[in-house]
């Protein structure tokens, strides 16, 4: 298959190119706009770059997609502003990264390949604060920040490209990520920026009591649920949680990863003012209606996914 894999020097798109590497016979070209805003860099790729076709590049480059999209025959899209912060001090470049280049993509995929398959990794933040006990696809959305929000909007744009051109889309959102190539710093995923402080051995600082639940999953078996669901044409024109059934409190897991590590400490702290107001608090989801469409669960847990990443950097 030609692979097409935007966003593929940041942290679920370099796993999935070493997933999709595992296989014989593919051929993977990888863009990436490695802007500076983004702490992105082509160090997460190092030791693969001679096995790709790297081009730094953005999705907002019309030239540029119509070029790459043309002959590839599946598009994993895991470019994004990825900053909640960020997306709250700079709106418009949210806007221009989560929106703009969404609708770049589904032009040239409209315009020159419409039997691509094109994958979009959405966030379940989107939802907002949970109302259920267990959330689900049919959850309403108020979103909290501005990438929530603009991660929304880009999901509608994937189905109605589904619905009006026939596109091949699928939207999965995904939450919590951890694990190797992750971004360590706090204004990302909080449990890589956990993982780091632990693994350097500093102060792991919770807000408030750290009671609140998070489905949590590792990079490797996001990066599969990626990869194995281009063979399930029954999922496509949809949109999926897609987390596993493992969650945890906030103070849970950060225990699990200074048990694992062996290093850092826990230290709780009041909330800052901008943080709880965007707080989803508790959460609970469920993907049973991913797994029952694919047949696939993600296979670690948290401590198999923590040691496994522990591996990674002591090597
Ligand atoms: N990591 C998580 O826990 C998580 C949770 C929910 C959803 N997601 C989604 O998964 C995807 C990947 O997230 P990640 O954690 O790897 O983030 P990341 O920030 O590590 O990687 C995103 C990459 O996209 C690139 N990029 C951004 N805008 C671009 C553009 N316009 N053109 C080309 N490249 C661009 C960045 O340079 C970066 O390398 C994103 O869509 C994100 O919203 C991630």
């Known amino acids: 298959m030609n692979i097409l894999i935007l966003g593929g020097a940041g942290f679920l798109g370099c796993n999935l190119v070493r997933r999709c590497l595992k296989d014989e016979g593919h051929t993977i070209r990888v863009v990436d706009a490695l802007d500076p805003r983004l702490k992105s860099t082509t160090d997460n790729l190092a030791e693969v770059m001679d096995r790709i076709d790297f081009i730094q590049g953005s999705l907002c480059d019309r030239a540029l997609m119509d070029k790459v999209v043309a002959d590839a025959d599946v598009i994993f899209n895991c470019a994004a502003q990825t900053s909640h912060p960020l997306s709250l001090s700079d709106p418009f470049f ?27 990794t959405s966030s379940s933040t989107i939802i907002g604060k949970a109302l259920n006990e267990v959330v689900d696809e049919t959850h309403g959305e108020a979103p909290l920040d501005i990438y929530s929000a603009n991660k929304g909007v880009a999901e509608k744009y994937y189905r109605i490209y589904h619905t009006l051109y026939d596109l091949k889309t699928l939207s999965l959102r995904f939450a919590n990520l951890y694990g190797p190539y992750g971004k360590g710093y706090p204004e990302f995923g909080f449990i890589n920026y956990f993982i780091e402080l632990a693994r350097t051995d500093q102060d792991i600082t919770i807000y408030g009591d750290g009671r609140q639940n998070r489905n949590v999953m590792y990079v490797e078996d996001a990066a599969d649920l990626l990869y194995e669901s281009v063979k399930h044409d029954n999922v496509f024109g949809n949109v999926y949680f897609a987390v596993h059934r ?67 950097y002591n090597q």
């Open 246 to 312: 493992e969650h945890y409190s906030v103070k849970k897991i950060a225990e699990e990863i200074v048990n694992v590590f062996g290093t850092g400490r826990i230290r709780q702290v009041e909330w800052p003012d901008v943080r709880k107001r965007i707080e989803i608090d508790d959460v609970v989801i469920s993907a049973a209606r991913l797994f029952y469409d694919m047949q696939f669960e993600p296979k670690h847990t948290l401590r198999e996914g923590l040691q496994k990443t522990k591996e990674v």
């Open 94 to 120: 949210d806007v221009e990264m989560n929106c703009v280049g969404n609708l770049c993509l589904l032009e040239s995929v409209k315009e020159k390949n419409r039997t691509a398959k094109v994958i979009y």
